[in-house]
């Protein structure tokens, strides 16, 4: 059974740091696609950050690009979340789960949970002040 148990959040200013990190369980090693997702309150939940383990291939959404760093720890089973310049907009649950892989130049992992994913970790709280 896929576990997933993230940690790292906190309390931070504006233009401060975090580090999260994303511990796994259930998976064999490989290739896989894994993503980090947020929810702020009384929004959707959205997708942040891929990387497709095969090869390493990340993608971003628009509003974190060259502010998070998606990375992976495959002796550990890990994946973080490296958090930069933080701003108040980014408060939110953070969350890891699997995404939704798709092919252009090679295979990558789009913003999107797997479908039919339903196994959400408790997440981990981020608060950015400004």
């Known amino acids: 059974q896929v576990q997933l148990v993230e940690s790292g959040g906190g309390s931070v200013q504006a233009g401060g740091s975090l580090r999260l990190s994303c511990a796994l369980s259930g998976y064999t090693h490989g290739r896989t696609c894994l993503g980090w997702f947020r929810q702020a309150p009384g929004k959707e939940r959205e997708g942040v950050a891929t990387?497709?383990?095969?090869?390493?291939?990340?993608l971003y959404a628009d509003s974190v690009k060259g502010r998070f760093t998606i990375s992976q720890d495959n002796t550990k089973n890990l994946i973080y979340l490296q958090m930069s310049s933080l701003k108040p907009e980014d408060t939110a649950m953070y969350y890891c789960?699997?995404?939704?892989?798709?092919?252009?130049?090679?295979?990558?992992?789009?913003?999107?949970?797997?479908?039919?994913?339903?196994?959400w970790g408790q997440g981990t709280q981020v608060t950015i002040s400004s």
């Open positions: 789960a699997p995404v939704e892989a798709a092919y252009s130049d090679g295979f990558y992992c789009r913003l999107i949970a797997l479908p039919g994913f339903a196994d």
């Open positions: 990387i497709y383990t095969g090869s390493g291939r990340t």
